[in-house]
């Protein structure tokens, strides 16, 4: 009588792989979207973190303009993406093109983007997969990835740190600038209620020149004088007016949070809690991750769109995949 049971464990751990090393996970969401997958379900390693974005041109980083701080889910969200993937590859089988729009809509809608469905055939569509161990040794001057809690930013923020800049052509990270920017206990407190503090309340987004916008002349000030800066010099840019300017004057939470959406991409659904939001609930965990480290030298890249080739994106099946000892079932940014 123990057979049986015994049985169904064997057919149900033979069904789901556990994968550590990203050009494994691209590799096989690759092979799920072209209907050549038999493994089963996929859980992913703790090590591994992602983004889906898109792109006009194929990016060195994550961040097509190589943001120092980008927005990446962990093994949680991946483990969603892959239950995206394979409901959408289940409707259209076959490789067929709008299963990957369906995913993109499916992941869009979970990460609270506006217009989830809204999809560019123009665009350069790719699910960058990091390997949170080489990103960090990569990035050693720099931050290691992390949880942005409001704890957390500030703590970075308020200790000496560098701002760094990936130089392609030494093949070495490079460091731009060491600052400061410490807020006060007042700033630290106002800043967490998000429409108290901008006086926005339209949906989605801060939008200071939106028709019935509500946003404060504080934040709105702010947030243009950041957004030239950063036209100016990058992120780099950026935090040192924020350690000059907020040093010499002292900002208010709503000229705070203007820094925070410049500078990290907070957007008015950014709660602080170390928690993606996607307008109604929390989704799941986020992470920030250097956007301008070579994708190359610390992960893999799955391109969602354009569909290439099958030549060019063939992939053999990984030698040998950490059976995971049961099913696992996946739960799970922004800009």
Request: aromatic share 12%; glycine share 8%.
């Amino acid at each position: 009588k123990m057979l049986p049971v015994f049985l169904l464990a064997v057919l149900s751990s033979a069904y789901a792989v556990t994968i550590n090393d990203p050009t494994d996970w691209t590799n096989a969401i690759d092979q799920l979207f072209r209907g050549t997958w038999t493994q089963g379900t996929v859980t992913a390693g703790s090590d591994l973190y992602a983004r889906l974005s898109y792109y006009n041109a194929m990016p060195v980083g994550i961040h097509e303009y190589g943001n120092y701080w980008a927005f990446v889910v962990g093994s949680d969200g991946l483990n969603q993406f892959w239950t995206y993937a394979e409901a959408a590859a289940r409707q259209y089988p076959n490789n067929d093109p709008r299963a990957r729009k369906a995913f993109a809509a499916s992941v869009n809608t979970y990460n609270g983007v506006p217009n989830p469905d809204a999809f560019d055939e123009n665009k350069i569509w790719l699910v960058s997969v990091l390997s949170k161990t080489r990103h960090d040794r990569l990035g050693a001057q720099g931050y290691p990835i992390m949880s942005p809690t409001w704890t957390n930013l500030f703590n970075l923020l308020s200790n000496p740190f560098n701002v760094c800049s990936w130089d392609a052509n030494a093949n070495a990270d490079r460091v731009l600038g060491n600052y400061q920017v410490q807020f006060s206990g007042a700033v630290q407190g106002g800043i967490t209620d998000v429409t108290q503090c901008t006086g926005c309340t339209l949906p989605g987004e801060f939008d200071c020149t939106a028709t019935g916008s509500t946003c404060n002349q504080d934040f709105c000030r702010k947030s243009d004088d950041l957004y030239d800066a950063r036209g100016r010099g990058g992120i780099n840019e950026v935090v040192r007016v924020a350690d000059a300017d907020n040093h010499a004057t002292g900002w208010n939470a709503a000229q705070a949070r203007a820094f925070f959406q410049i500078a990290f991409s907070c957007t008015y659904l950014f709660t602080g809690n170390g928690q993606s939001n996607n307008g109604q609930f929390d989704t799941g965990a986020e992470f920030l991750a250097r956007g301008d480290l070579p994708v190359t030298q610390m992960g893999a890249r799955f391109q969602l769109w354009p569909v290439l080739p099958f030549a060019q994106e063939e992939a053999a099946v990984p030698e040998k995949l950490n059976v995971h000892p049961k099913l696992a079932f996946g739960m799970r940014n922004r800009a």
